[in-house]
């Protein structure tokens, strides 16, 4: 009886997931260290961002009856919803202590770092192994970029990791089960309910949430991988088009046309390519033909998308003709690239040719009811959200996005700019905020800050870059080729081509049109890819080294002493900005919120650019934002038509705390009227404000 519950204390042991309780232990000690530190230390040291005060205030005024607004006076929804949801509980209890929400919020960010770090193991500890899930993990828990990033600012990062990293973990088990027993509704309805929490967590995650659908909807055909990078191709070849022949920022000025363009040319592009036959299995035929049908294909679809568009030139204020030459040169060349890869890596043999009309007939009905499904689940909640922004705020998305949008109308102001160059375009920059590949950047720009100090000033500093960028997915493939039957296995289960595909169109969608001032935290696609990537990579070099007695221990514990530094780095970072009983005077929480409670009366309404932080700490004074963030559509209407002055004087304004400089240029070009100057503090002007 005793040997039989020593055996089971055993197994029991043994099923314990030691590593994932360790993770979150020590993630959660670190955390719990933080939110028990000194009142000042949230200000100063975690909390510093504006755009997460926009969450706080808000969130405190919907939970004490005020509604959505951050000033009390217009209502607003510049701001992400399911954050939002879950600030409002969190921030009902800042009627009772500022701080509070605060030590509250820095946990429930705590749980969410460690779970994502927890996914993120599991994902690469049952596609690559569990030695580089461990350093995956403890990567993504401690390192000080994604956690100063994704965590440490209170923002919607957080939840939105969390669930786009969720929903690949249940695309994993989807993927592993569908090839044995067919997928059922209620499986769809669960990725798409997923789907939807991380759609809802960043909005611009649509993306990702609508090619999921494509990823689970066309599961065993090639068409579920070639048909989204299509698409990628076709806008990629005629944005460049227009950039080369235009340049930037002059591009901006045809967006409309270039845009017209990208629509016409996916569509013909992707029904052509379908009815062709270029979504078979690449063993099902030769080469040539399918080069021939590429070349048809190509020439086809453009000779189609120059029609539409010479036809529409006038009513899109025309566009470079020399476009439509460059577009069929990338689209030939990108094609051919990418099918020769799709044939290179393809692990479909000896499979015989389904025409594309039997392909349809066979499949239409599956495509028609899950897609119904899942876009039906996706998209209503969508559509719901809309339309109760537009009735009861004003304007259907968040107006956040919509000003800054409008910003980019300017090219330079005080909030930055339009892409003036290639890097920014493509978010590849390693100066500017154009830079959604992060760390991975870093690491570029300090080779090639190196490579040009050796090289001297004769070669140019971009060209070294562009060329690390190139050389950096070369050796990326080049790793995956060494095991092409893993690597495809790995990128299947891990959905790289569904997150790559997601990670570029988020990036187009923000730089085709133009917008600005863009932010680190957008970016939550782009570092999941490159640490599943990179560790994909890493696991097929690594492969053949394993049948080496004992490598898989040794590389086991390698993982554990690689990952021990990471945690001590960030705990020891942790414990330098977060001290405990250093302020035994009570400071004031933000020096600006004492020096405007001390020159203004009780009730002020003072104007301000920014001024998250401040509306949120000051007391007895109400903060109205000026720069539109987390305004009401109303101000932003008349913010463009140059009467946002009048806009404050209906609303009973009676100060504005701003850099006078930065009032008399775009976006502000002087519409607001000041009268004597009150006071002065950190280059800003506390000054009257005249109606």
């Avoid at 053949?544 to 898989?552: G, V």
Wanted: with cysteine; hydrophobic share 50%; proline share 4%.
């Amino acid at each position: 009886m005793n040997m039989e519950k020593t055996l089971q204390s055993r197994e029991l042991v043994k099923r314990i997931p030691w590593f994932e309780v360790i993770l979150v232990i020590v993630v959660m000690a670190i955390h719990i260290y933080a939110a028990t530190s000194d009142a000042y230390n949230f200000p100063a040291s975690w909390f510093t961002r504006d755009d997460a005060y926009y969450y706080f205030k808000v969130a405190q005024n919907i939970s004490e009856g005020h509604g959505s607004t951050f000033d009390g006076v217009g209502l607003t929804n510049g701001y992400h919803p399911l954050w939002m949801l879950v600030c409002i509980p969190i921030f009902a209890l800042a009627r009772f202590d500022l701080i509070l929400p605060l030590r509250i919020l820095l946990l429930v960010q705590a749980a969410l770092s460690a779970a994502t770090a927890v996914l993120i193991y599991r994902l690469i500890k049952s596609s690559v192994s569990e030695a580089l899930g461990i350093i995956a993990a403890s990567w993504w828990a401690f390192n000080w970029y994604i956690h100063g990033t994704l965590y440490q600012m209170g923002l919607e990062s957080a939840l939105a990791s969390f669930t786009a990293t969720l929903l690949i973990y249940q695309l994993l088990k989807m993927e592993r089960s569908w090839r044995t027993s067919p997928l059922t509704r209620r499986q769809v309805i669960g990725l798409a309910i997923f789907a939807l929490l991380a759609l809802f967590s960043r909005l611009d995650l649509v993306f990702f949430a609508l090619l999921a659908g494509l990823w689970i909807i066309f599961r065993g055909t090639p068409i579920r991988t070639l048909l989204p990078l299509d698409a990628l191709l076709a806008t990629v070849s005629v944005l460049m088009s227009f950039i080369i022949r235009l340049g930037l920022p002059d591009y901006y000025t045809y967006t409309a046309a270039a845009l017209t363009m990208v629509a016409v040319s996916v569509i013909t592009k992707i029904l052509l390519y379908f009815f062709l036959g270029l979504y078979q299995p690449s063993s099902a035929q030769s080469v040539w033909r399918e080069l021939r049908q590429i070349i048809l294909a190509v020439a086809a679809s453009s000779l189609i998308t120059s029609g539409v568009m010479i036809a529409a030139s006038s009513p899109l204020g025309g566009f470079p003709r020399i476009a439509l030459l460059y577009d069929f040169g990338f689209n030939l060349a990108g094609m051919i690239l990418l099918r020769l890869l799709a044939r290179f890596f393809s692990q479909n043999k000896n499979r015989e040719r389904v025409s594309p009309l039997e392909l349809l007939k066979s499949k239409w009905k599956s495509w028609l009811e899950e897609g119904m499904i899942y876009y039906g689940i996706v998209g209503i909640p969508l559509v719901i959200y809309m339309l109760a922004n537009k009735v009861f705020i004003g304007t259907a998305m968040p107006v956040s996005g919509e000003i800054k949008r409008w910003w980019a109308s300017f090219g330079l102001h005080t909030y930055g700019g339009v892409a003036r160059n290639l890097f920014q375009f493509w978010a590849v920059d390693f100066v500017t905020e154009f830079n959604a590949w992060r760390p991975l950047t870093f690491f570029l720009d300090a080779w090639h800050t190196q490579i040009g100090i050796w090289r001297g000033s004769t070669y140019k500093i971009e060209f070294i870059y562009g060329d690390l960028v190139f050389l950096v997915a070369i050796v990326w493939l080049a790793a995956l080729a060494f095991n092409r039957h893993r690597a495809v296995r790995a990128a299947t289960q891990l959905g790289l081509p569904l997150l790559f595909t997601a990670s570029w169109v988020q990036i187009i969608s923000y730089n085709a049109l133009g917008y600005a001032s863009m932010k680190e935290w957008y970016w939550i696609t782009e570092p999941l890819f490159l640490v599943l990537a990179f560790m994909v990579g890493v696991g097929i070099l690594l492969k053949p080294f394993l049948k080496i007695p004992y490598a898989r221990v040794g590389l086991l514990v390698a993982a554990v002493i690689i990952s021990l530094p990471m945690a001590r780095a960030l705990a020891i970072q942790t414990i330098e900005n977060m001290p405990h009983g250093m302020y035994h005077v009570k400071p004031p929480y933000i020096d600006v919120a004492r020096f405007l409670e001390k020159h203004t009366p009780a009730g002020a309404k003072i104007s301000m650019t920014g001024g998250g932080n401040v509306g949120y700490y000051i007391q007895g004074r109400t903060i109205v934002n000026m720069d539109g963030l987390i305004n009401s559509p109303a101000y932003f209407e008349a913010f463009k038509l140059g009467k946002a002055n009048d806009y404050m004087a209906s609303i009973g304004l009676n100060y504005i705390f701003a850099n006078p400089g930065i009032l008399s240029g775009p976006p502000y070009r002087g519409e607001y009227k000041t009268g004597k100057v009150i006071a002065l503090y950190g280059g800003k002007s506390l000054m009257e404000f005249t109606p």
